[in-house]
Nanobody, 113 residues
Framework: QAHLVESGGGLVQPGGSLRLSCAATGVVFNIPAMGWYRQAPEKQREFVARISRYGSTIYADSVKGRFTISRDNAKKMVYLQMNELKSEDTAVYYC???????WGQGTQVTVSS
């Protein structure tokens, strides 16, 4: 059973940057397509970015040009580089192997002056 663990969240000022990491642990030989999602208080969980096994990417319009998703298959890691953060980016961020219904525990990102 694979498990996902996010890290790298924190408190940053508007315009700042954070790099989130997602580590795949347990019995897993490689990482399939994976996505990043986020959920703000009292709001629905929303799609942020997705990366295929071979590196093709898609982004939500709200983050396109500011966020970059990447992966290192040898290390079983997926990353989300977040630049020019805005207050509306504040949320708990989750990584997921959507096809298998596997989600991480989430990491809090707070953007505030």
């Amino acid at each position: 059973q694979a498990h996902l663990v996010e890290s790298g969240g924190g408190l940053v000022q508007p315009g700042g940057s954070l790099r989130l990491s997602c580590a795949a642990t347990g019995v897993v030989f490689n990482i399939p397509a994976m996505g990043w999602y986020r959920q703000a208080p009292e709001k629905q969980r929303e799609f942020v970015a997705r990366i295929s096994r071979y590196g093709s990417t898609i982004y939500a319009d709200s983050v396109k040009g500011r966020f970059t998703i990447s992966r290192d298959n040898a290390k079983k890691m997926v990353y989300l580089q977040m630049n020019e953060l805005k207050s509306e980016d504040t949320a708990v961020y989750y990584c997921a192997i959507e096809a298998q219904g596997i989600w991480g525990q989430g990491t809090q990102v707070t953007v505030s002056s």
